[in-house]
């Protein structure tokens, strides 16, 4: 495995780390890949939209057995939304956070309002004229 000895240390630290005052976040856009053995040292749960059906299924496994049917609205769950599950609160809780104000210029692209709009300044012949000039290296 190439990141074992990464994995021998997180695992590590989930298990030992509360004894000495260390928390820990572990954060991924693919839980299905993630040791079991740190997730299943984790109270508590934040998650965001999981459209991934072998995703959901990990999840599943993971949460308190009363609280897996929830999993199934993960992927449902919009922009700005997460499912908090475990002990961090006493039922599970749909939240919604506040937007970043200023606003990160890393937002998702409207393609419809794109289409709509067209570009701004699209000059046809200078593009044809730059990719004419390209130079092949065979």
């Known amino acids: 495995m190439e990141f074992s000895g990464a994995r021998k240390s997180m695992e590590r630290i989930a298990k030992e780390g509360r004894k000495y005052g260390v928390g820990l976040g572990v954060v991924s856009q693919r839980p ?6 740190v997730l299943a ?21 993971l949460v308190p057995e009363g609280e897996r049917d929830l999993v199934d609205i993960l992927s449902g769950l919009g922009r700005g939304e997460c ?3 475990g002990e961090a609160v006493p039922l599970p809780t749909r939240v919604q956070f506040y937007k970043a104000d200023p606003v990160p210029n890393s937002d998702d692209i409207d393609f419809y309002q794109k289409w709509i709009e067209g570009p701004d300044d699209l000059n046809v012949a200078d593009t044809v004229d730059k990719w004419r000039k ?5």
Request: aromatic letters at 6%.
């Open 41 to 61: 040292q984790c109270g508590s749960f934040i998650c965001l939209r999981i459209t991934n059906p072998t995703d959901q299924n990990y999840v599943k496994n």
């Open 32 to 37: 299905h890949e993630l040791s079991e053995t």
């Open 83 to 85: 499912m908090a599950l």
């Open 134 to 138: 390209q130079e092949r290296s065979d």
